[in-house]
């Protein structure tokens, strides 16, 4: 994954006036430059059957890695479950991609509580996403071309049914280049979902 | 003369004794998400595998507690069972003790969060050399607020000895790979 140079010089702002012991990670868009095939791992739905990376070459796919004890995933998994029908139709996969040890169990409880009505279930079955994928921190949503290639990375939450979310998108769809400055605004949750 | 500059000697040692143990005793005193009062000694005969956090995470999640989960899913029941995972968090006064307790049932049975008053967990910290900051809240909801820490995963030995600290890049597999030298170099 390659910084761009907005990124780049954020992070190293941040850096220089951050101590050095805090865990400090950049959010925001990252476009994977080259576009990085995702690895084959384990996803299953809500049924117990395969429905991994396998299954989504064809088509641009949006992956949201969240986990139901992670408040910043839990807060913006409505935005996503409004852009599912939004942006669908238009030739976007949306995967929210559920890391819980719980596995489905996790993910139908709270989509439940959230009233999510779209999204389907995707559970990590071997919980080996994160490291996978590369991800260390939530939510990181992924954005896939047509075969199934990272192409770009957001690390943080997002209205992912907003204006900036959808130009992004739209311009996935397009097969268009993806620049970090494409990248939405950061929304961090004001209250406890 | 001799027996002076031997004393004086002793005196140095001394003084330098407490020095080194305020740079990482790993002592600590807190409580359990039951309430139960513990120290580092109470762990005595178990491996530990310890990491500093919190659980109101405000922007983006840590995922160390997911690879302590998977590294003792990796370590197979047998070994796992010698190792007790413990979780410190350093925002007591969000992570009430029943937060932390619904918090480490989503990794495993045997996860124990583990806090305490702001003096206890700062002690903690401390023995640690585990550094944080609590941020002032950015708006007027006082409980929205960020707070700073030196993110890793301590590996300790039976008696509460440091073996190793990984990075918060350490993988599972890594983490396995230390946990499993500690339980088996010390079962030989």
């Known amino acids: 994954m390659i910084l761009s140079r907005r990124h780049f010089i954020a992070a190293a702002l941040a850096a220089s006036t951050w101590p050095a012991y805090a865990a400090k990670v950049a959010q925001g868009l990252f476009i994977t430059d080259p576009a990085k095939p995702l690895a084959a791992i384990d996803i299953r739905d809500n049924q117990g059957q395969p429905a991994g990376v396998a299954t989504w070459r064809g088509k641009p796919t949006l992956v949201n890695l969240w986990a139901s004890w992670c408040l910043p995933c839990v807060a913006e998994l409505p935005a996503l479950d409004r852009l599912k029908p939004m942006i669908e139709p238009e030739g976007l996969r949306v995967i929210a991609l559920c890391l819980d040890r719980s596995g489905a169990v996790g993910a139908v409880n709270t989509y439940a509580r959230l009233g999510i009505k779209n999204l389907a279930v995707h559970v990590d079955h071997e919980r080996k996403a994160g490291e996978a994928f590369g991800v260390a921190v939530l939510p990181t949503t992924l954005l896939l071309d047509a075969q199934a290639q990272e192409v770009a990375r957001f690390v943080g939450g997002a209205a992912w049914d907003g204006p900036e979310s959808l130009a992004l998108l739209r311009a996935l769809i397009a097969g268009k280049k993806l620049e970090a400055a494409m990248g939405p605004p950061l929304v961090k949750p004001t209250a406890n979902p | ?188």
Do not use: W
């Not at chain 2, 619904?102 to 969060?113: L, T």
């Open chain 2, 1 to 188: 003369m001799k027996l002076g500059s031997l004393m004086l000697a002793g005196a140095l040692a001394l003084a330098a004794l407490p020095a080194q143990a305020q740079e990482f005793s790993g002592r600590f005193l807190l409580e359990t998400h039951d309430g139960k009062r513990v120290n580092d000694e109470s762990f005595k005969g178990k491996v530990r595998m310890m990491a500093f956090g919190y659980t109101f995470c405000p922007d983006v999640c840590p995922t160390a507690l997911s690879t302590m989960a998977a590294a003792l899913d990796l370590l197979g029941p047998q070994r796992a069972e010698q190792v007790v995972p413990l979780f410190v968090t350093v925002d007591p006064k969000r992570d009430t003790r029943v937060q932390l307790k619904d918090y480490m049932s989503a990794f495993g049975p045997s996860f124990i969060g583990l806090t305490g008053t702001v003096q206890m967990t700062d002690a903690a910290a401390r023995s640690f050399r585990v550094r944080y900051e609590i941020h002032q809240p950015a708006d007027k909801d006082s409980d929205h607020y960020v707070v700073d820490h030196s993110a890793g995963i301590f590996i300790m030995d039976r008696n509460g000895g440091f073996a190793a600290k990984l990075g918060h890049t350490a993988n599972a597999e890594d983490v396995a790979d230390r946990l499993r030298q500690v339980i088996d170099g010390e079962s030989k």
